[in-house]
């Protein structure tokens, strides 16, 4: 969808002016600041989660797909580097066949629909038991507001799923909100999460577009509260939450 905008106005701009517009635009809105401009926390904090997940950072293979390379991370970076030369990653192709959904392979084909919050919660579980990962189970936080104790509540998940490498969390978000950029939903893991600013970075799987990038906590909880416009279908209305993948039991 994002390509065929694009070539859209750079067509219109064989006979107009405003593509000219095009080239002052920022890559990145004031709301998000990429990896490359911000590297102290990585460089002075474990970042546990970032050092875990990014080995395993892929872009999704299709417009649409953000949910399936999200999940795929997620898999890689969970179950680490095989042992043995004859065990493969987890690719797209090879979890679509292990988890057998032929929706979802509809919905992140080229010019798909992508997934609906509560369908990517039923995947990541239906992934995790494909994969007989029985000690590892899904807690969902869906903010309904921006009320103070939503807040706190996401602040203490982002910073809890900070402490350890063991869990991961995706997040369901309006890309749009906090890239200044395409309006409507997306996913892509947490890469890490600096308390002390408030600053989280996504890992998005837009790679086309994007590299990693910090957003504030404050701006991720509107993006995940901002219902998708009409015009994405099935997937209109949507408002999205955090999917974290943890053990059942913590040590």
Known sequence: MRGFLLTTLLLAGLWAEPVLALKGK???????????????????????DYWKLSP???PQQTSSACSLASVVMALNALRGLPARSDERLITQSA????????????????GGSGVTF???????KKSLARFQWRDYGVEVIRPGDEQPETLARLRQALAD?????????????????????????????????????????????????????????TQLLKAMLRPAPAKHGP?????GGLIWIRPRTRH
């Open 161 to 217: 799923n900070e402490a350890s490498d063991r869990d991961v969390i995706l997040v369901y978000f309006n890309q749009g909100v906090v890239t200044g950029d395409w309006d409507g939903p997306h996913v892509s893991p947490i890469g890490a999460y600096d308390a002390r600013t408030g600053q989280v970075l996504i890992l998005d799987v837009d790679r086309e577009w994007y590299v990693p990038y910090w957003t504030a906590d």
């Open 56 to 58: 395993f950072y892929v």
């Open 235 to 239: 997937l209109a209305g949507e408002t």
């Open 26 to 48: 920022p890559k990145l809105g004031p709301e998000a600041v990429p990896i490359t401009q911000q590297t102290d926390y990585l460089r002075t904090a474990p970042a546990p």
């Open 118 to 124: 509560d369908g990517l919660v039923a995947l990541v």
């Open 95 to 110: 979890l679509l066949k292990k988890v057998a959904q032929a929706a979802w392979v509809k919905q992140v084909a080229e």
